[in-house]
Each structure stands twice: as structure tokens, then as C-alpha cells.
């Protein structure tokens, strides 16, 4: 009798207005829909695999980051280096947060991540991508890159063009080489190549020889920024025209000897994190990417800031030292930020904090860092890659 009552009840729900039922549907997160809600019925799985209903349940999901940590010693280059996948997210109602295993077997480091899908490199197979969707399972191999890169000193992301609606890869190794761009089912599975942002040699910033590009931060999906080691400026990208500029860092951030600054995603903008000194951090906005406008959004001032730590809710007055406190995340739409505590580049960074920008509450927590660990804004879909 109880298995007849379940599937009258089943029966009716479908019964309902198609519109009433997308409604409800997108706000369910992408995990239960995947897991459970598109078996109910034909009808269902066809509305939860539709590109429209993606779009809308995408940003319904919540945010996290994930932490992609190497298990093995990336100082050997012969080694293959496999790397173990967490996930972050933050606790809604306290200034803390709760990791989780994420099934990454057999692949290597997360570059980056756009609408739930990452891409990954092969740990075995240098010069491979990945592109692949955690949730669903689904991947997606591209061809190797015609630059030669081996994926060890390039800067990756993969982004959404919203004119053309087409997934593209953007790939910067060499410079004098130019950007390599992928565009997922293309019809030649091939990369294209766009001019670089350096047209001459002397026109660079940094020593050729030793910078190595970065992994850029990609803010809504279709713009990508590059740290390229100056204290002037960045390089930017919009996938939707493929073409690079230079965006010049506010007129008061990283005009010194030292390039202080880290860049970050922060509430769907650019976030320019500037180390001033050992007891200021300042935080810029980049508020209007066609007109290169910053502001400064908030700083993180020692003698105003309330310092906790895990074993104590008690306030301390002993804080960091600024100076090596790095930025690597932004959460909570940009209302809270996280740090490494690291003195020395390379090395396991001994601690994280949290602080919240409204409370200006700043929290230490015992979590341990290794040197190649990356921190990746992630949020799930149901995005299928064929």
C-alpha cells in the first residue's frame, strides 16, 4: 500500500505546469538533480539535461574552493607527481569552514574551473588537458597544444565566450608564441593561435629566462587576468574578441621596488590584494574593466582587527606579521577572505586564516599547505561534456 501511495504521489508531480516545475527544480543543488531527481521520470531528465535549465540551476549552486595538493615531491621532474583534490566550503553561520575528499584518482593538478568544469592536467602524459566535470563524471581530452608546452610553466583557464555561447580553453606558455585557444567542439579539434601581448623582447617586464606565466584568475567566466611580474600593470583578457591588453594597477597599489600584490577573485570582480606593510593590507576593486577603474575597496588594519584563534574564541593581541600572509581565496560573495602563512615561497605554508571584512575579525586555523598546493574558485553544475 505504501509503495502504491509513493508512486501516485510521483505520478502527480509531473502533471504539473512544465514552468512550475523548472522553477522548483533550479533551485535544488546540481548534486541531489544528478544523483536522484532526474530518474523520476523521462520528462525530468529531459528538463535537467536542457541547456536552459543549466544556465539557471548553475549559480543556484553554492560556492567553494577547491585545493589541489601534490602527494609526491614536485622538485623531481621525472617523477610522475600526483596530487589529492579537497574541497572547501564555508560554514554559513560562523567564520569557519569544513574539507572534504574529492575523487580525483589518477589525474593531476586542477589549473582552474569555469561553470563546474576544471581542467586538469594528465600526470603522465605531458602536454595533455583535461576538461572534465567533477559532478557528472563527464571528460573531455584535448590535443596537445602546437606550441610544444608541457603544462609546467604555462598559464591555463578554461572560460565561457557569452557571444558566440561556446566553452574555449585559453593557453599562454611563450609569449613570442602567442595565446592558444580551444574551443570545446570545435569542428578541426584544434588550437588556435592569437597574437601575444609583448610585441618586442624589451617590451617585457620580467627576465625571459626565468618568469614563468601563471595560471590566470578568470572573473565571470569570460575574462581572464595574468600576473606578469610588474608593478604597472597586468595582462587581460576578454575570450569573447581574443585579444590581450594591459591593465594598469591602481595608481597607489605596487608602486614599489617589490611586486606586493596578489590577484584574486573576489564577489564577480577583480581583487587586487596589496601587502602596504607588516600591519596593513589594503584591497582593490577592479570595478569597470573597459575603463581600468579601481577602487579601494577595504584594508585590513593590525590595530583594528580582532584576532582569534582555533583553540579560543578569546581576542588576541598578537597578530601575524602582514607581510606573509598571502591571499588565496574569497568567499561568502567576497565577504570573506582566506590566507596562507607562508615566509618562504616553496616551502609548507604552517597555518590559514579567515577574515571577515564586516566584523573585521581576523581567525588562525591548523591547516598545513604544501608548496604546489593551488586554490581554485569552484562552483558544481550539471554541465555535460560530449
Not at 591555463?156 to 585559453?170: L, R
Not at 594597477?249 to 617589490?258: I, V, Y
Not at 590584494?273 to 577603474?293: A, C, K, M, N
Amino acid at each position: 500500500m505504501k509503495n502504491l501511495q509513493e508512486n501516485k504521489e510521483i505520478d502527480v508531480l509531473p502533471d504539473l505546469p512544465e514552468e512550475i516545475i523548472f522553477e522548483i527544480l533550479k533551485r535544488v543543488p546540481a548534486k541531489y538533480l544528478h544523483e536522484n531527481f532526474r530518474y523520476v521520470c523521462k520528462g525530468w531528465n529531459n528538463l535537467i539535461s536542457s541547456g536552459m535549465f543549466i544556465a539557471q540551476n548553475t549559480p543556484q549552486n553554492k560556492s567553494g574552493v577547491l585545493i589541489s595538493v601534490p602527494t609526491t615531491d614536485i622538485k623531481w621532474p621525472s617523477k610522475v607527481v600526483q596530487y589529492q583534490t579537497k574541497l572547501l566550503e564555508m560554514d554559513d553561520k560562523v567564520l569557519g569552514f569544513k574539507v572534504s575528499n574529492v575523487d580525483m584518482r589518477r589525474m593531476g593538478m586542477i589549473r582552474s574551473s569555469c561553470n563546474g568544469l576544471i581542467l586538469v592536467d594528465d600526470p603522465k602524459r605531458r602536454g595533455v588537458f583535461h576538461v572534465m566535470n567533477l559532478l557528472t563524471k563527464s571528460c573531455l581530452t584535448l590535443r596537445k597544444c602546437h606550441s610544444g608546452c608541457l603544462q609546467k610553466a604555462c598559464g591555463a583557464a578554461p572560460g565561457f565566450d557569452t557571444c558566440k555561447q561556446e566553452y574555449k580553453v585559453v593557453n599562454m606558455y611563450a609569449d613570442g608564441y602567442g595565446f592558444e585557444i580551444f574551443t570545446l567542439g570545435c569542428f578541426d579539434n584544434a588550437w588556435k593561435r592569437v597574437p601575444g601581448p609583448f610585441k618586442y623582447a624589451f617590451g617585457r617586464p620580467f627576465d625571459m629566462e626565468r618568469f614563468r606565466w601563471r595560471d590566470p584568475v578568470s572573473i565571470n567566466r569570460q575574462i581572464f587576468h595574468w600576473y606578469v611580474d610588474s608593478n604597472d600593470y597586468i595582462i587581460s583578457m576578454n575570450i569573447s574578441d581574443e585579444k590581450s591588453i594591459r591593465m594598469y594597477l591602481p595608481d597607489s597599489a605596487g608602486k614599489t621596488n617589490e611586486c606586493r600584490y596578489k590577484l584574486l577573485e573576489m564577489g564577480g570582480n577583480l581583487a587586487l590584494v596589496y601587502t602596504v606593510s607588516d600591519t596593513q593590507l589594503d584591497v582593490w576593486i577592479l570595478e569597470d574593466f573597459g575603463g581600468q577603474e579601481w577602487t579601494k575597496r577595504h584594508s585590513i588594519m593590525a590595530e583594528s582587527t580582532n584576532y582569534t584563534n582555533f583553540k579560543s574564541s578569546s581576542t588576541y593581541k598578537t597578530l601575524p606579521n602582514f607581510m606573509y600572509l598571502v591571499a588565496v581565496a574569497a568567499m561568502r560573495d567576497g565577504e570573506v577572505m582566506m590566507f596562507k602563512y607562508q615566509k618562504d615561497e616553496g616551502k609548507v605554508a604552517d597555518c590559514s586564516y579567515l577574515y571577515d571584512m564586516k566584523q573585521r575579525r581576523l581567525k588562525k586555523f591548523r591547516m598545513k599547505i604544501k608548496s604546489g598546493g593551488k586554490f581554485i574558485p569552484y562552483r558544481s553544475s550539471l554541465y555535460l561534456l560530449e
